[in-house]
């Protein structure tokens, strides 16, 4: 069969039963004229529409989602990204090796005006455990060549599951140096915890030292706005390298839509947004225009279902939380703080409905590994080391009847290893979990692995755990790096093994990543445990049991 190339484009017919483009995304009235695409290239030949990217999320055994976004002027002030007002026909192209020579699937998909261009694509009938590559066409343009992969047999295993997570992307306070580096580990699967864009005009949110770049356009209120703004993130080529390299699990943080909202309450709510309500609906389109999320979490006004479940076969559960959109406000005006309201058994930071869909999948599950894919600090961080409990009302701390009633729920359900994913706080942390944190010798219940920032806050600075008080005051705390960076997991049967992955700066772009820490999660033993570089025994070597090179081994110990 022909290679595919910006001279010919192989097009076959959409296979039946094989895939089918989001159809709530484009009306059922809408049909692109054929002579769309064409018009396109001819509006400036030297311009290529799909200066986004490619994008590949939510794996099943037998498909994925792929997405793109027609935008040949990203930076357009009216958030259209230069496309014409009608719809466009993209073709798409799934193959079976890299090179792009065996197409599997293939189909045409219609960009539409009114979902920003945005294309996305469910595919189902492919092979378990295996990846794919893909492709997009408009007109004379092809994009680039992106790599998805399907999860195992819902009856299988797997191999070892490479999994990364990521969080907090502030594009004016660096380089997205981590994501770099983080495509090139080659993962079968990146999540992304939150805080994916930030709506604050330039100027308005500093790094230590200034900020290296600056956000276009005021701060995010419209959906031109944050169509704008979601543009300009996708124009960085390391997201746009990490977007290409695996399939993504996303959900968002507050940024995404305003600092440190709840349900239908903005920041400030004394100082009120009477079209608060209206942003909120902005941003969510704009958020599902530019992820590749299933047409499940197509919003309906200002709803939208992001919470959601992901099997990797037999070996894991990522239960995707939303800890924003059905919260209580946060209690005794935010921050750290001595508040009452957070041991209220009423309040939640789930919600209802999202708290019972999670008890009842953990009674469900039959995981080796359950993962909680969610965004803000889930073990206690209390910071007086007196009879005051003073904590953050924006993470679990503010909701401590919501995190016993989940972590209980864990336990009562003999979840058989439980683990917590976070973002939020742009350090690197892990943590025994506990079901009564004011007990430190009561028995560890599961385990937290904390993410960094890829560049909020900055360069940071590297750090020892042992000296932040935190970790005095709180001894479940057990490990801390205020560097920028990322996790990435190996996810095995018997253990679950996170490398901290820092950066030294991220004011210049191109810098080395390297690991700062190992910790490890046996099958079955709930909490961290630290892993140490140590010599080995000289009379190994001696006694011709080692080579000359092979002169460090792995040993796990808790601290």
């Not at 959906?223 to 993130?233: G, I, K, M, V, W």
């Not at 009561?442 to 692995?449: I, N």
């Not at 991220?506 to 010599?535: M, S």
Request: glycine share 8%; proline share 8%; net charge negative.
């Amino acid at each position: 069969m022909p290679e595919l190339n910006r001279r010919h484009f192989l097009v076959t017919g959409l296979a039946a039963g094989a895939a089918a483009a989001v159809p709530a995304a484009v009306p059922a009235a809408a049909h692109a004229d054929p002579g769309t695409a064409q018009a396109l290239a001819s509006r400036d030949p030297r311009t290529d529409p799909f200066t986004l990217g490619v994008a590949c999320g939510d794996p099943g055994s037998d498909g994925f989602v792929l997405w793109t976004r027609l935008a040949p002027q990203p930076l357009a002030e009216d958030g259209l990204g230069g496309m014409p007002a009608r719809p466009v026909q993209v073709r798409w192209q799934v193959y079976a090796d890299e090179r792009c020579r065996r197409p599997v699937r293939s189909g045409v998909a219609v960009a539409a005006p009114e979902w920003g261009h945005s294309v996305h694509v469910e595919l189902d009938g492919l092979s378990a455990g295996r990846d794919y590559w893909y492709r997009f066409r408009a007109g004379p343009y092809v994009s680039p060549v992106g790599r998805a992969r399907t999860a195992p047999h819902p009856h299988s295993y797997g191999g070892p599951l490479a999994m990364a997570f990521v969080s907090c992307s502030q594009y004016e306070h660096g380089y997205f140096t981590a994501y770099r580096r983080l495509a090139e580990e080659h993962p079968d699967l990146i999540l992304h915890l939150g805080d994916y864009q930030y709506e604050y005009a330039r100027n308005s949110y500093e790094a230590p030292g200034g900020n290296v770049r600056d956000h276009e356009g005021p701060e995010t209120e419209t959906l031109a706005d944050y169509r704008l703004r979601h543009a300009q993130y996708k124009t960085d080529p390391d997201l746009r390298a990490a977007h290409a390299a695996a399939p993504w699990l996303v959900v968002w943080d507050d940024h995404e839509v305003d600092n440190n909202w709840a349900g239908e309450i903005p920041e400030r709510p004394d100082r009120p947004q009477p079209d608060f309500l209206a942003r909120r609906e902005a941003a969510f389109r704009a958020y599902y225009e530019n992820m590749p999320l299933r047409r499940d979490s197509i919003p309906r006004g200002v709803d939208m279902q992001l919470f959601r479940r992901v099997r990797w076969g037999r070996m894991a559960t990522f239960h995707m939380l939303d800890t924003r959109q059905y919260r209580d406000d946060q209690g005794c005006g935010d921050g750290y703080r001595d508040c009452p309201d957070a041991t209220d058994p009423a309040r939640s930071i789930t919600g209802a409905r999202q708290e019972e869909w999670l008890l009842d999948g953990f009674r469900r599950s039959g995981a080796q590994w359950d993962v909680l894919g969610q965004q803000v600090f889930f073990a206690q961080r209390d910071n007086n080391a007196g009879p005051a409990k003073v904590t953050s009302q924006d993470a679990w701390d503010g909701y401590v009847a919501s995190r016993r009633r989940i972590t209980q729920g864990w336990i009562d359900a003999g979840v058989r290893n439980p683990v917590v994913l976070t973002g939020d706080v742009h350090a690197h942390w892990a943590a025994d979990l506990k079901l009564d944190y004011d007990d430190p010798t009561g028995p560890s219940v599961g385990s937290e692995l904390v993410a960094t920032s890829i560049t909020s806050g900055g360069d940071g600075a590297d750090s020892d755990p042992a000296t932040h008080p935190f970790l005095g005051i709180n001894p479940h705390l057990r490990f801390y790096n205020n560097q920028r960076g990322y996790v990435i997991t190996r996810v095995e049967r018997e253990r679950l093994t996170a490398d901290f992955k820092v950066v030294p700066t991220v004011r210049e772009p191109g810098a080395e990543a390297h690991t700062k820490a190992t910790f490890v999660i046996e099958d079955r033993v709930p909490g961290v445990q630290q892993t140490y570089l140590r010599p080995l025994d000289p009379s190994a070597r001696s006694s011709g049991q080692m080579t000359a090179e092979d002169t460090v081994r792995w040993e796990t110990e808790r601290p």
